[in-house]
Each structure stands twice: as structure tokens, then as C-alpha cells.
């Protein structure tokens, strides 16, 4: 019976190096190239992989153990070998009426395909990288081809499993003890936190410590659209019409989301790997009321013209603050919008309203010189702060999404938006 040994390779300057992974066990089958061991030296990591087909026989170095080139990481047995321990089981003859077949007691095999199983495909690099934040790569499922894991995976790991340590914590009601009470420092009164925070807060809390968040922030040129909207007036009556900035808002988002549909989508089901892309067009709108914060929706803005819009906003908002919502009317939106404009402040980060994958924030428009065309100019500027799920949207979507918003915001669009 012939075997075959594996041994430390030409590796340059790899000397008495650490072994920092074993990523075989004996009793495995190995096919050529599959990854053995892992090195580490001060400069880099490096997989050594097999150059033969076989079964492991005997594993001859663990981790902490320092190789060179030449020294022996395991024995295979052959081929041939194989085929002759198959052939030295026993014969089971033609007359036999019942066979009766037990499962061998191999405890150590079952170790080994346990093991094997969960062993996950990565580079040195990554591995390093994931020893470093303290991870157990094995635990982290690969987004790459054949489960291979790359560095966002153990970054969006790493923040999952952040999450749900916050997640258990609130669940438990932990508390921080405060050492001296409010009290003892002056005149405090004591109030009930108003019925609407207090269900809109695990919302809140839940959008916060489970979607990665990132908000991109930029300014769109409205100056044309401001012209436009100030010239409204009714036909009949030759007044001006009250049309605020926000139902041409609502119709500029709408367009956008026609053209960019993952942000008219929802993550209900994420966990099972799917997303839920909405052909309709309801746009949430986020209103101050007394009671706290809501976010009634907008149904089917893109069948409507802005006085509609226009009417229909006020609508909601008197609803809202009256108490008279029905509660079907804050569910079932595509993308919400969040406007400081009327009160004042630029950029901010709004927080997603699950389940959307994103929320567009909008501050006060100011005027501001601009270099355009070759000279500074004074043209009304308008704040726009875009939250997105990161796992849904990149960046680079986000931003294309920005500008397209930001053109139809702009001077070509001011017309078509109010139809």
C-alpha cells in the first residue's frame, strides 16, 4: 500500500512560520488544490493547498505549530490504497434473503464531516481580518461564489451580531441605574410620554438597531421651480394659489422612484434572502402633530396633478393632528419624506421607515451664491438628506438616484412636475 506526503512547498522567505489554521481533518477526502493549512508571518498570510487527489491519513501539524519548506503537513493514502480497503470488505453472496445493514460506529468520522462542514472558503487576507475584530469565520456565510466569504460579509456579520446584543438588551428591559436621583438636583415634574411616541418609539428603535443606515446628503437647484410655483394663480379668481414646495416634492420623488424601483421596495422578508418591489406609488409623509410624529400615505401620487397633491397633503396633516386618521392610512408606503423646511435647519439623518429601504429628509432652502456658467450667481438651494438601507442600495445608486431627483427638481421638470 503506497502513500503520499504533503509537505511545506517553496513559500520565499516563510521561515519557522506560524500555522494559524488547519482547515483539514484527518479521514477527509481532498481534491487537488483544496486549501490545507494557513501561514502567517509579520508581512502576510498565506494558504498552502494540496497538489494530489486522496483521503487523509495522519494530520501532522495543528495550529500554533512553526513550519518551513520541507516539513511534512500530512499523508494521504492513495488511490489504489482505497480501492483495496474496499476490496477487503466482506462479500455479501447472491443467496442471501436479507440483508441487514447497521451503521458503524464511527464517532471520529462523524467529528471529521462536522468539521469539514463547517469550514468556510476565504482568502488570508480576510481571515486575518476576521481574527482581528475576534470572529469565528466559520460562523459567517459567504455572499461570494460556493459560500465564499469576502471582508463586507464579516463587516455586515460583525454589525448583525451588534444588533441583536442591543436588540436582547432592550428585550430584557435592562436599565442603567442612575446613582443619584433627578430630585436631588432641583424641581423635576413627571409626565406620560404621549400615547403616538410611545408606539411610534419600537418602531423607531427597530428601524435604528437593525438596518444598516447611511445618508447621503446633497443640494438641488430650485430657483426656476420657486419662479413656477409663485406664479400659480386661479383662473377665475386671478389669486395667487397657496401650493407649498412640497407637492412638487412629492412629484419629483415619484418620478425618481419610476426609474429607481429598489427604492419602492420593502425588506419584510429579508431574513429569507427576498425583497418586495411595489408597483404602486404611495408616498409617506412625516407630520408634526401634538401628539407626536406620523406618517399617513399618499396614495397613488403618480395619477395626480399638484393641486390634488396639494389638497390631499392638507388633508392628512388635519387628520393627523385632529386624531382622525384611520390607521390603515400609516402602512403601506413606498418611500417616506421628512420635511424640516417649514421650521428651519439644512441637513439631518432621518431613520428609515421600516419596512421602505429608504426616507428622503428635506431641509430649508436658502439662497446661496453658486458658480454657474462661468460666474457666481444667486439661486435658491435646497437641502436634501437621503437615508438608505445599505444592503439593499449602494452608494453609487444613492447617488444617481440624488441627481435624478435634483433634475427634476430643477428647471426642465418645473412645468411637467404640476401636471
Known amino acids: 500500500?503506497?502513500?503520499?506526503?504533503?509537505?511545506?512547498?517553496?513559500?520565499?522567505?516563510?521561515?519557522?512560520?506560524?500555522?494559524?489554521?488547519?482547515?483539514?481533518?484527518?479521514?477527509?477526502k481532498l481534491k487537488k488544490d483544496d486549501p490545507l493549512i494557513t501561514i502567517e508571518s509579520d508581512k502576510s498570510s498565506v494558504e498552502i493547498p494540496s497538489n494530489f487527489d486522496g483521503k487523509i491519513k495522519t494530520l501532522k501539524v495543528?495550529?500554533?505549530?512553526?513550519?518551513?519548506?520541507?516539513?511534512?503537513?500530512?499523508?494521504?493514502?492513495?488511490?489504489?490504497?482505497?480501492?483495496?480497503?474496499?476490496?477487503?470488505?466482506?462479500?455479501?453472496?447472491?443467496?442471501?434473503?436479507?440483508i441487514k445493514v447497521t451503521k458503524p460506529d464511527n464517532q471520529q468520522n462523524i467529528i471529521n464531516q462536522s468539521v469539514v462542514a463547517n469550514i468556510s472558503s476565504a482568502s488570508p487576507k480576510v481571515r486575518k481580518f476576521a481574527r482581528e475584530l475576534g470572529v469565528d469565520i466559520n460562523q459567517i456565510t459567504g455572499s461570494e461564489r460556493k459560500g465564499r466569504v469576502i471582508e463586507s460579509d464579516v463587516k455586515l456579520f460583525v454589525a448583525t451580531k451588534?444588533?441583536?446584543?442591543?436588540?436582547?438588551?432592550?428585550?430584557?428591559n435592562e436599565k442603567i441605574k442612575q446613582e443619584y436621583s433627578h430630585s436631588e438636583f432641583g424641581e423635576i415634574e413627571i409626565k406620560d410620554i404621549p400615547r403616538v411616541k410611545k408606539l411610534s418609539s419600537k418602531y423607531l428603535m427597530n428601524s435604528w438597531t437593525n438596518i444598516p443606515h447611511v445618508t447621503n446628503h446633497d443640494e438641488a437647484d430650485i430657483t426656476e421651480l420657486e419662479d413656477f410655483r409663485k406664479s400659480l394663480t386661479d383662473m377665475y379668481t386671478g389669486e395667487r394659489k397657496k401650493i407649498t414646495p412640497l407637492a412638487f416634492i412629492v412629484k419629483a420623488l415619484t418620478a425618481s422612484l419610476k426609474k429607481f424601483p429598489n427604492f419602492n421596495s420593502s425588506i419584510d422578508e429579508i431574513e429569507e434572502g427576498k425583497m418586495t418591489v411595489k408597483k404602486y406609488y404611495h408616498i409617506g409623509i412625516a407630520v408634526d402633530t401634538p401628539h407626536g410624529l406620523m406618517v399617513p400615505?399618499?396614495?397613488?401620487?403618480?395619477?395626480k396633478n399638484i393641486n390634488i397633491i396639494s389638497s390631499e397633503l392638507k388633508k392628512l396633516s388635519?387628520?393627523?393632528?385632529?386624531?382622525?386618521?384611520?390607521k390603515k392610512e400609516l402602512f403601506g408606503g413606498s418611500m417616506t419624506i421628512t420635511s424640516l423646511g417649514?421650521?428651519?435647519?439644512?441637513?439631518?439623518?432621518?431613520?428609515?421607515?421600516?419596512?421602505?429601504?429608504?426616507?428622503?429628509?428635506?431641509?430649508k432652502s436658502e439662497k446661496k451664491q453658486v458658480f454657474l456658467n462661468g460666474k457666481f450667481m444667486t439661486r435658491i438651494m435646497l437641502p436634501l438628506?437621503?437615508?438608505?438601507?445599505?444592503?439593499?442600495?449602494?452608494?453609487?445608486e444613492a447617488a444617481r438616484f440624488n441627481n435624478d431627483l435634483k433634475e427634476n427638481l430643477g428647471k426642465n421638470f418645473a412645468y411637467k412636475l404640476a401636471v
Request: proline residues 3%.
Open 318 to 326: 388635519d387628520q393627523c393632528k385632529n386624531l382622525k386618521i384611520d
Open 1 to 28: 500500500m503506497s502513500e503520499t506526503k504533503i509537505k511545506v512547498p517553496n513559500i520565499g522567505d516563510f521561515k519557522d512560520v506560524e500555522v494559524i489554521e488547519v482547515l483539514v481533518s484527518e479521514g477527509q
Open 385 to 396: 438628506s437621503l437615508s438608505y438601507d445599505h444592503r439593499i442600495i449602494d452608494g453609487a
Open 162 to 172: 451588534s444588533n441583536e446584543s442591543l436588540s436582547n438588551s432592550i428585550k430584557n
Open 62 to 98: 495543528k495550529v500554533g505549530d512553526k513550519v518551513s519548506e520541507g516539513d511534512l503537513i500530512l499523508i494521504l493514502e492513495s488511490a489504489s490504497q482505497q480501492v483495496e480497503k474496499t476490496l477487503e470488505k466482506p462479500i455479501i453472496k447472491k443467496e442471501s434473503r436479507e
Open 297 to 303: 400615505k399618499l396614495r397613488n401620487a403618480e395619477n
Open 342 to 363: 417649514g421650521i428651519g435647519g439644512s441637513f439631518f439623518t432621518p431613520i428609515i421607515n421600516y419596512p421602505e429601504v429608504a426616507i428622503l429628509g428635506i431641509g
